[in-house]
DNA sequence: CGCGACGTTGATTTGCCTCAACGATTGTGG
DNA sequence: CCACAATCGTTGAGGCAAATCAACGTCGCG
């Protein structure tokens, strides 16, 4: 149970056995089918997930009324909105699984609790949040640096496979442009 | 000495007077004048910077030649290049002042020191960290779901007073678009 | 089988960029 | 302290990349 989260702790801090139990008391284990919501808007965010397998997406609903992908997260990450998460706000976002997904809960109000019994956890999410941010950093940068074409064949070599995995909509939303777009592009170098 | 970023911690995690000589003892102070280079491309990043007062800027050079504003980073907050901040590995990024600007510096060995003494600051930083990421995330948003012009709009009233602070050519730059157009817009709506 | 979701393709439009020339402002050295 | 250069901002003409709109093809699923 949670080998994998247990693993990826491992790789940033030790984690004795018996700190394992301790977390394993404050988790939760949920699967969700494909197109399941996790979060709606409206909601408050009571928890940061890990995804074990599968795929979640964070959008918002735009004024125009369309979907517009803001973040994918696949396994080995975390996802929450951090804007809210640990207030009683109400969130304006959207969390999905994108395929059968299979995450662990980490309610916000357990990881507290779970912070003074575990202190090395505070370091460990203190070295996930700086991963994340480096690579929220490293995104605006590439939104801002690259033309539309360019982002994409950016992200398909640097996520072979992933493209697989998500519808083209999705993908287009989340680099910045329009489904039709994404299908000329692929129409004029996938030959 | 330090006194602003004592007080920044304070906003997270209490710090005991012992405590802040144990930081004092690790930290140093650095003054900046204006366009004033901190870190530049080909260099390895070694420290995490704290503004006191002033702005940095975070730039990259394109292949075209011109310089890309990746970020902005004023009073309280926190910058570096967390892409290699604690590795050997150069940076890709500058990191210059936009203003005469004073700074607090931590640098990247001596903060895992500081950690062991006192470890709550680890808590500090994940807490400075997940407040970045999220800011961070909004970012993305904004520029996914806004229009050249919405973004300027939006950017102004969210940091009026900023705007007078930066040349007009980093902030087009930051938010995406060219100088020329960000005088367009301008001479549409400021009358 | 038929419907809805997803992807493709083409015609047209448009928002923003590029390029170029011209002001305004700053700052620096004689 | 002025002159000049360099930097920064403005304005306009023209071009192009990507959006929009619309129609059609296809696949999966109830």
Redesign the pocket.
């Known amino acids: 149970m949670y080998q994998e989260l247990y693993d990826h702790i491992r790789r940033y801090v030790p984690l004795s056995a018996e700190e394992e139990s301790v977390l394993a008391s404050n988790l939760s284990h949920r699967v969700l089918k494909k ?1 399941e919501h996790l979060l709606t808007a409206g909601q408050v965010c009571h928890a940061n997930y890990f995804i074990v397998k599968g795929c979640l997406r964070l959008y918002i609903m735009t004024e ?1 009324g369309h979907e517009q992908t803001v973040q994918f997260a696949i396994e080995n990450w975390w996802m929450s909105d951090y804007n809210t998460l640990g207030t009683s706000r109400i969130t304006h976002v959207n969390i999905q699984s994108v395929e059968n997904t299979e995450i662990v809960v980490l309610d916000a109000t357990l990881q507290e609790y779970v912070f003074t019994r575990i202190p090395q956890l505070e370091r460990y999410f203190r070295l996930v949040l700086q991963r994340a941010y480096a690579a929220a950093i490293m995104r605006a940068q590439y939104m801002l640096e690259m ?4 982002r994409y064949r950016h992200f398909s070599s640097a996520f072979p496979g992933f493209i697989q995995r998500i ?4 993908l287009a939303s989340y680099l ?9 592009i ?2 004029k170098k996938d030959a």
């Open positions: 197109k125009s033309r539309e074409e360019e519808p083209q909509y999705m910045g442009f329009t489904p039709e777009f994404l299908s000329k692929r129409a």
